[in-house]
Protein backbone atom coordinates (compact mmCIF):
# COMPACT_ATOMS: atom_id res chain seq x y z
CA UNK A 1 0.00 0.00 0.00
CA UNK A 2 1.88 3.43 -1.25
CA UNK A 3 0.35 7.38 -0.92
CA UNK A 4 2.03 8.14 -4.08
CA UNK A 5 1.63 6.44 -7.07
CA UNK A 6 5.17 4.76 -8.15
CA UNK A 7 4.02 2.90 -11.41
CA UNK A 8 2.38 6.01 -13.10
CA UNK A 9 4.67 7.34 -15.81
CA UNK A 10 7.07 4.70 -15.97
CA UNK A 11 7.33 1.33 -17.49
CA UNK A 12 6.37 -1.25 -15.24
CA UNK A 13 6.62 -5.29 -15.24
CA UNK A 14 3.08 -7.35 -15.02
CA UNK A 15 3.20 -8.68 -11.71
CA UNK A 16 3.17 -12.17 -11.40
CA UNK A 17 0.46 -12.52 -8.95
CA UNK A 18 -2.03 -10.39 -6.91
CA UNK A 19 0.09 -11.00 -3.67
CA UNK A 20 2.90 -9.48 -5.75
CA UNK A 21 0.87 -6.43 -7.56
CA UNK A 22 1.56 -3.37 -6.16
CA UNK A 23 -1.81 -1.15 -5.65
CA UNK A 24 -1.38 2.72 -5.64
CA UNK A 25 -3.40 5.69 -4.23
CA UNK A 26 -3.40 9.06 -5.08
CA UNK A 27 -5.52 12.19 -2.69
CA UNK A 28 -8.51 12.60 -3.69
CA UNK A 29 -8.98 16.01 -4.82
CA UNK A 30 -12.77 16.70 -3.82
CA UNK A 31 -12.70 14.72 -0.14
CA UNK A 32 -15.35 16.73 0.90
CA UNK A 33 -17.89 15.99 -1.43
CA UNK A 34 -19.97 12.48 -2.04
CA UNK A 35 -19.35 10.85 -5.60
CA UNK A 36 -19.19 7.43 -7.03
CA UNK A 37 -16.44 6.61 -8.89
CA UNK A 38 -16.78 3.34 -11.49
CA UNK A 39 -14.15 0.72 -13.31
CA UNK A 40 -15.59 -1.79 -15.46
CA UNK A 41 -13.10 -4.48 -16.10
CA UNK A 42 -14.46 -6.24 -19.27
CA UNK A 43 -12.61 -9.07 -19.55
CA UNK A 44 -11.18 -10.23 -16.44
CA UNK A 45 -9.48 -13.39 -16.78
CA UNK A 46 -8.38 -16.07 -13.59
CA UNK A 47 -7.82 -19.54 -13.47
CA UNK A 48 -9.80 -22.50 -12.61
CA UNK A 49 -7.76 -23.96 -9.38
CA UNK A 50 -9.26 -27.25 -9.99
CA UNK A 51 -9.19 -27.46 -13.76
CA UNK A 52 -6.46 -24.82 -14.58
CA UNK A 53 -9.17 -23.68 -17.72
CA UNK A 54 -9.35 -19.84 -17.65
CA UNK A 55 -12.17 -18.51 -16.31
CA UNK A 56 -13.78 -15.09 -17.87
CA UNK A 57 -15.91 -12.31 -16.35
CA UNK A 58 -16.83 -8.72 -16.10
CA UNK A 59 -16.16 -6.76 -13.45
CA UNK A 60 -17.75 -3.76 -12.36
CA UNK A 61 -16.40 -1.39 -9.26
CA UNK A 62 -18.14 1.34 -7.77
CA UNK A 63 -17.01 3.82 -4.84
CA UNK A 64 -17.31 6.85 -2.93
CA UNK A 65 -13.83 7.60 -2.11
CA UNK A 66 -12.89 9.82 0.98
CA UNK A 67 -9.37 10.85 0.96
CA UNK A 68 -7.96 8.69 -1.40
CA UNK A 69 -8.38 7.44 -4.90
CA UNK A 70 -6.79 4.44 -6.72
CA UNK A 71 -4.08 5.26 -9.37
CA UNK A 72 -5.63 3.43 -12.40
CA UNK A 73 -2.45 1.96 -14.14
CA UNK A 74 -1.67 -0.01 -11.07
CA UNK A 75 -5.39 -0.67 -10.61
CA UNK A 76 -4.98 -2.73 -14.31
CA UNK A 77 -1.61 -4.22 -13.47
CA UNK A 78 -3.46 -6.11 -10.19
CA UNK A 79 -6.55 -6.99 -12.18
CA UNK A 80 -4.28 -8.60 -15.04
CA UNK A 81 -2.35 -10.07 -12.50
CA UNK A 82 -5.24 -12.77 -12.09
CA UNK A 83 -4.41 -13.95 -15.53
CA UNK A 84 -2.31 -17.34 -14.23
CA UNK A 85 -3.65 -17.40 -10.63
CA UNK A 86 -6.36 -19.77 -9.71
CA UNK A 87 -8.83 -19.14 -7.46
CA UNK A 88 -12.52 -20.00 -7.20
CA UNK A 89 -14.78 -16.81 -8.22
CA UNK A 90 -16.16 -16.01 -4.81
CA UNK A 91 -12.35 -15.85 -3.84
CA UNK A 92 -11.31 -13.20 -6.83
CA UNK A 93 -13.99 -11.17 -6.54
CA UNK A 94 -14.42 -10.43 -2.37
CA UNK A 95 -10.70 -10.41 -2.14
CA UNK A 96 -10.53 -7.40 -5.12
CA UNK A 97 -13.07 -5.82 -3.19
CA UNK A 98 -11.20 -6.18 -0.14
CA UNK A 99 -8.00 -5.05 -1.11
CA UNK A 100 -9.31 -2.01 -2.09
CA UNK A 101 -11.19 -1.12 1.19
CA UNK A 102 -8.27 -1.59 2.60
CA UNK A 103 -6.06 0.20 0.52
CA UNK A 104 -8.53 3.08 0.03
CA UNK A 105 -10.75 2.89 3.35
CA UNK A 106 -13.32 4.54 0.57
CA UNK A 107 -16.97 5.81 2.26
CA UNK A 108 -18.19 2.90 0.25
CA UNK A 109 -17.60 0.37 -2.10
CA UNK A 110 -19.31 -2.74 -4.17
CA UNK A 111 -17.75 -4.97 -7.05
CA UNK A 112 -20.05 -7.37 -9.12
CA UNK A 113 -18.39 -10.44 -10.55
CA UNK A 114 -20.42 -11.00 -13.49
CA UNK A 115 -18.81 -14.86 -14.31
CA UNK A 116 -19.41 -16.64 -17.48
CA UNK A 117 -20.62 -20.00 -17.35
CA UNK A 118 -18.33 -22.91 -16.62
CA UNK A 119 -20.43 -26.21 -16.78
CA UNK A 120 -23.39 -24.63 -18.03
CA UNK A 121 -23.45 -22.47 -14.62
CA UNK A 122 -22.90 -18.83 -14.39
CA UNK A 123 -21.68 -17.48 -11.07
CA UNK A 124 -22.19 -13.89 -9.99
CA UNK A 125 -20.43 -12.76 -6.72
CA UNK A 126 -21.50 -9.36 -5.36
CA UNK A 127 -19.66 -7.83 -2.10
CA UNK A 128 -19.98 -4.14 -0.34
CA UNK A 129 -18.91 -2.75 2.32
CA UNK A 130 -22.09 -1.25 3.44
CA UNK A 131 -24.70 1.60 2.51
CA UNK A 132 -24.07 4.00 0.20
CA UNK A 133 -24.53 7.65 1.52
CA UNK A 134 -27.78 8.63 0.48
CA UNK A 135 -26.64 11.78 -1.11
CA UNK A 136 -24.77 9.48 -4.15
CA UNK A 137 -26.30 8.36 -7.53
CA UNK A 138 -25.42 4.94 -7.75
CA UNK A 139 -26.36 3.67 -10.95
CA UNK A 140 -27.17 0.14 -11.75
CA UNK A 141 -23.87 -1.83 -12.99
CA UNK A 142 -25.97 -2.10 -16.37
CA UNK A 143 -24.87 -5.97 -16.61
CA UNK A 144 -27.72 -7.88 -17.44
CA UNK A 145 -28.75 -11.16 -16.01
CA UNK A 146 -27.13 -14.34 -18.01
CA UNK A 147 -28.67 -14.43 -21.37
CA UNK A 148 -25.81 -14.83 -23.25
CA UNK A 149 -24.26 -11.83 -22.60
CA UNK A 150 -22.68 -10.28 -25.54
Known sequence: ?????????????????????????????????DYCARFTAPEFTSLCPVTGQPDFAILVIDYVPDRWLVESKS???????????????????????????TLLEPRYLRIG??????????????WQT?????????????VPPYRARG
Not at 2 to 29: I, Y
Not at 77 to 82: C, E, N, R, T
Open 1 to 33: MTQHARQLGQPTAQPRSPEEAQLDRVPNPHPDT
Open 75 to 101: LKLYLHSFRDHGAFHEDCTVGIGRRLT
Open 113 to 126: GYWYPRGGIPIDVF
Open 130 to 142: GTPPASVWLPDQG
